[in-house]
Nanobody
Framework: QVQLVESGGGLVQTGGSLRLSCAAS????????MGWYRQAPGKQRESVAT???????NYLDSVKGRLTISRDNAKNTVSLQMNSLKPEDTAVYYC????????????WGQGTQVTVSS
């Protein structure tokens, strides 16, 4: 069983920065993709950024150049550095772990609120 715990959310003004962190614990599959998803009120949850065990990254077009995802395989953590934030970035951000081997399980964190004021 895997547990994901997020931290680092908060309230910032347009142009400000935040750093989100996620720590995974439990029996973690060896080949996986970790990432950040977000969901704004009335909208569908969307993938913001993902990173594989090997370090390959993928970003939502609207966040390229502003947000950077990274991970530490030894510590089983993933972070999202968020710069030049915009009001449209306001959402609940969820940490995600998707296994590519074994039973191919998917795990979610509880979410952390990010609010960007204008």
């Amino acid at each position: 069983q895997v547990q994901l715990v997020e931290s680092g959310g908060g309230l910032v003004q347009t142009g400000g920065s935040l750093r989100l962190s996620c720590a995974a614990s439990g029996s973690i599959c060896s080949i996986n993709v970790m990432g950040w998803y977000r969901q704004a009120p009335g909208k569908q949850r969307e993938s913001v950024a993902t990173i594989t065990s090997a370090g390959t990254t993928n970003y939502l077009d609207s966040v390229k150049g502003r947000l950077t995802i990274s991970r530490d395989n030894a510590k089983n953590t993933v972070s999202l550095q968020m710069n030049s934030l915009k009001p449209e970035d306001t959402a609940v951000y969820y940490c995600n772990l998707r296994c590519a081997n074994g039973l191919r399980n998917i795990y979610w964190g509880q979410g952390t609120q990010v609010t960007v004021s204008s």
